[in-house]
């Protein structure tokens, strides 16, 4: 039985030996890891409320020799205290069943605390990994997404009237959130639906790594909101892209990204762009068709895990002896 207890200082030296072992530089680099929990206050220990808990949060895991042989971090969805996402996990090797119980103690921790749904997406080709969670931990696929590169821009649309896009107020949050909810796909609404909270922008906004910029696209008249764009960077080269448009608009796609490639270039001429396409909703089989059409590039498919407080699955697990790397993105 492993021996589980939030990161702290003395426990960094020995996380950074684990994980420079499982996977290498390259990936340390890409993923900009942290290791540091927020420091729990005293007043938050004695009344414990998911709403304290903003920040990502690390717990490491030792055998008997107090051998570190395992790390999870999780983290709150922006403004929805109730949905948490797993966002790393590193395994050293032979340690399958350390990390069902990280799982479990963190589920059981926070499940018992008011969360009520747990998910992370994961890579199609980490079949360890799913297999860990759906039948080591309860979890269940719940649906898929996709990451693709804008390699040409043959959608360009010629004289892109700018001023139709209005830029996104916090007071827009719960319109885009119901727009986000109705294109949900009926089988998904339950884990996947979302709060306007998780649109408003963050506290502080300047002050984060990353920077993100959203419009909505109206209809003049009766105010319906046709499209939703999130422009998001962190190293103002590489930016991600991400829509909001319900199979009736579904026309707009390319005036939608040509407004978002328009906005990016005024920022920096050489850069990537990115979009995300979410399968769940009941656009994505028409964004999917118009990104081949257009030969984007696909760069992941990614299996979005969840688990439902109270709604675990125990089936025979498999045995693994490597190692396990998993840094994940929200969803």
Same mark, same amino acid.
């Given at each position: 039985?492993?021996?589980? #207890? ?9 996380? #950074? ?244 490639? #328009? ?15 979410? #399968? ?52």
């Amino acid at each position: 039985m492993a021996k589980i #207890k939030k990161i702290n200082y003395s426990d960094i030296l020995n996380a #950074k030996k684990l994980i420079s072992v499982v996977c290498n530089d390259n990936v340390l680099s890409y993923r900009r890891l942290f290791f540091l929990s927020v420091p729990t206050t005293h007043l938050q220990n004695l009344f414990f409320s998911v709403y304290l808990r903003r920040l990502p949060e690390t717990y490491v895991a030792f055998d008997n020799e107090n051998k570190l042989k395992g790390l999870i971090t999780i983290k709150a969805q922006t403004g929805n205290p109730y949905k948490w996402q797993i966002k790393r996990l590193f395994l050293d090797k032979n340690s399958y069943d350390t990390g069902k119980q990280l799982v479990d103690y963190i589920v059981a921790k926070f499940g018992a605390r008011g969360v009520d749904t747990f998910y992370l997406s994961v890579d199609d080709n980490n079949a360890e990994l799913i297999e860990l969670f759906i039948k080591g931990c309860g979890f269940r696929a719940c649906s898929s997404e996709s990451l693709w590169a804008v390699s040409n821009v043959n959608f360009l649309v010629p004289d892109l009237d700018e001023k139709a896009f209005k830029t996104f107020k916090n007071e827009d949050a719960n319109r885009v959130a119901e727009l986000y909810n109705e294109n949900l796909n009926s089988l998904y609404k339950y884990s996947l639906s979302k709060e306007y909270g998780e649109f408003k922008d963050k506290f502080l906004q300047g002050l984060h790594h990353d920077i993100d910029f959203k419009y909505i696209l109206e209809d003049e008249k009766n105010k319906i909101i046709k499209a939703f764009v999130e422009i998001k960077t962190f190293d103002n080269t590489n930016y991600f892209v991400d829509t909001i448009i319900p199979n009736q608009y579904m026309d707009l796609f390319p005036y939608v990204l040509s407004f978002a490639l #328009k906005k990016i270039t005024k920022r920096n001429k050489n850069f990537k762009m990115y979009i995300k396409n979410r #399968k769940y909703l009941s656009s994505g089989d028409l964004a999917e068709n118009f990104f081949r059409e257009n030969r984007f590039e696909l760069l992941q498919n990614n299996t979005i895990l969840v688990r439902d407080f109270f709604k675990s699955v125990k089936e025979e697990t498999t045995d693994y002896n490597s190692a396990i790397v998993f840094s994940g993105y929200e969803v």
